[in-house]
């Protein structure tokens, strides 16, 4: 993996770091080019096998299967950055469930999970870590930008994103010293996010979402937005006294119309 020459990741030798939601996406590319860093990193995920693949492209780290949805998986996962590492500079939580449903047709048991895995799990994570996290430790959390540009189709998930994010708030305002990041992401693919999505909704709800103007031309890559990462986590490594409490990365290309040409913001008048 490469890095842009002027970005210095030197300051995260040495570091040690805990990937939830290392096995794909942004997590994994930032899990890679973490361990290629120098850091000292554990990676948890539900997939071992991918985690192990990982490790091998990365040249090292510690990979852990773990359901965060579940108490005693965050126990023996918070009991491994024990034996491992000792104590954490750095959590970054790329948790995430997505799936494609109408809000009328959300049920219960879609509730559940989804909060489940969006928000409670990174609560559980943070309450198991809390005594190994160093005074100064950064914690950056991935939400969304359908928090604050709500889209058909993905309500519960971007209602879930906005609990993570007040539920960030109140750990911030807690635990002072602490440093959290929300990082609110757009579009990027490939990832993981759709796996849930039913082709034929999925198709109705992206020309809704041209329709509304919340369509870009072009995604992000995750490699591009997990280096953008590790430069921030690298910048503040150093910087105890310096918290960015919120980010957002989004790409730069024009929306589309319904015809899927760019529509471009500030539209030239043609009167003379």
């Known amino acids: 993996m490469s890095h842009p020459s002027n970005t210095d990741l030197s300051s995260l030798s040495g570091a040690r770091i805990l990937v939830a939601g290392a096995s794909a996406g942004i997590g994994r590319a930032f899990s890679v080019g973490a361990v290629k860093a120098g850091a000292r990193a554990v990676l948890a995920a539900r997939r071992l096998d991918q985690l ?39 959590l970054v939580s790329c948790i995430g469930a997505a799936p494609m449903r109408l809000i009328a047709d959300t049920d219960d048991d879609d509730w559940r999970r989804i909060f489940e895995t969006n928000v409670l799990s990174v609560g559980r994570l943070l309450r198991r870590l809390l005594p190994l996290l160093e005074p100064s430790a950064m914690v950056m959390v991935l939400s969304s930008e359908s928090v604050g540009q709500p889209r058909p189709g993905i309500g519960a998930y971007s209602t879930s994103k906005a609990a993570l994010e007040r539920m960030i708030e109140g750990w911030r305002i807690e635990h002072p010293g602490l440093r959290f990041t929300t990082v609110t992401v757009g579009a990027t693919v490939p990832t993981d996010f759709g796996n849930d999505f039913e082709p034929g909704l999925l198709d109705r709800m992206l020309n809704d979402w041209i ?57 030239p008048s043609k009167e003379h």
Request: charged share 30%.
């Open 52 to 90: 192990e693949k990982l490790r091998d492209e990365a040249g090292g780290g510690e990979p852990v299967a773990a359901d965060l949805t579940r108490e005693e998986d965050c126990a023996r996962l918070a009991e491994t950055v024990r034996d491992r590492l000792g104590g954490l500079d750095l």
């Open 211 to 267: 329709s509304r103007g919340l369509a870009q031309e072009k995604f992000m890559s995750p490699q591009d937005v997990a280096d953008v990462l590790l430069g921030v986590v690298a910048a503040g490594a150093g910087r105890p006294g310096v918290c960015m409490e919120n980010l957002t990365l989004r790409s730069p290309s024009p929306v589309v119309d319904s015809s899927g040409r760019p529509l471009l913001p500030f539209q």
